[in-house]
């Protein structure tokens, strides 16, 4: 072989390889949230480079409970990834948790007495969240909805959008009153809606003091029964 060929070849092999691009690892995910009925906050990351962390999937989830019973569930990972992207894409530092978690008992509670509220409800097995921004509400459903990661429902009048990692499905029920029954008629620092329930736990409407009708209530019902027959909500 000639000398000069040889040692070209020889240098060749000799030369780094190009550096290959390595997939990124997964970045850091941050929440920062606020329980409407608790008071309780977390704020902090929930998984990192290496993947979820547990210690702060254990605190979601007890920050995340049944308020009303106290009992926790693991929340699916999804629901709360896409949480985060939602307030990431529209640059949300944070938001108010309206409802999570739920044990059956309470879903049929909120059934009686909750417009919306689905008999085999996300929130049931942990993979649903409702929550309220202070800004950029109707942009972050926009967002959602872009993401076609799961279920987004929109509740304008009364000021939260719905989030689950079910199947991709959108709806809209339009009504005074389903956060703050949510909220079981309190005002909170963080979420103001008008309407109200009286000593005698009949429904007003907060503005003119006006009972919500039976022909309302049922009404709302016809409505939500026909919001694409929701397997949650």
């Known amino acids: 072989m000639d000398r000069r060929l040889f040692l070209s070849v020889m240098a060749a092999l000799a030369a780094p390889w190009p550096a290959r691009a390595l997939p990124a690892p997964p970045s850091v995910r941050r929440l920062n949230l606020v329980n409407a009925h608790t008071g309780e906050s977390f704020s902090g990351p929930y998984r990192d480079d290496k993947g979820p962390i547990a210690g702060a999937l254990d605190e979601l989830s007890y920050f995340l409970r049944d308020f009303h019973c106290d009992e926790k569930a693991a929340m699916d990972l999804g629901v709360l990834d896409f949480l985060a992207s939602v307030m ?20 049929d509670m909120l059934r009686r007495t909750t417009f919306g509220v689905a008999e085999y409800s996300e929130h049931i097995y942990g993979r649903a969240i409702d929550i309220y921004l202070p800004a950029r509400l109707h942009d972050a459903m926009l967002a959602a909805r872009a993401m076609q990661r799961g279920g987004v429902g929109r509740y304008p009048s009364s000021g939260f959008i719905h989030l689950d990692s079910g199947p991709v499905r959108n709806w809209t029920l339009d009504g005074e009153g389903f956060g703050h029954l949510l909220l079981g008629g309190q005002d909170t620092p963080w979420f103001h809606e008008p309407i109200a329930i009286s000593p005698k736990g009949e429904l007003r409407v907060g503005s003119t003091g006006q009972s ?16 694409v027959g929701l397997p949650s909500d």
């Open 88 to 107: 990431d894409a529209v640059g949300a530092t944070r938001a108010t948790i309206l409802s999570a978690y739920r044990t059956r008992a309470t879903n």
């Open 212 to 227: 919500v009708t039976i022909e309302d209530r049922l009404a709302m019902h016809r409505l939500l029964s026909r919001a």
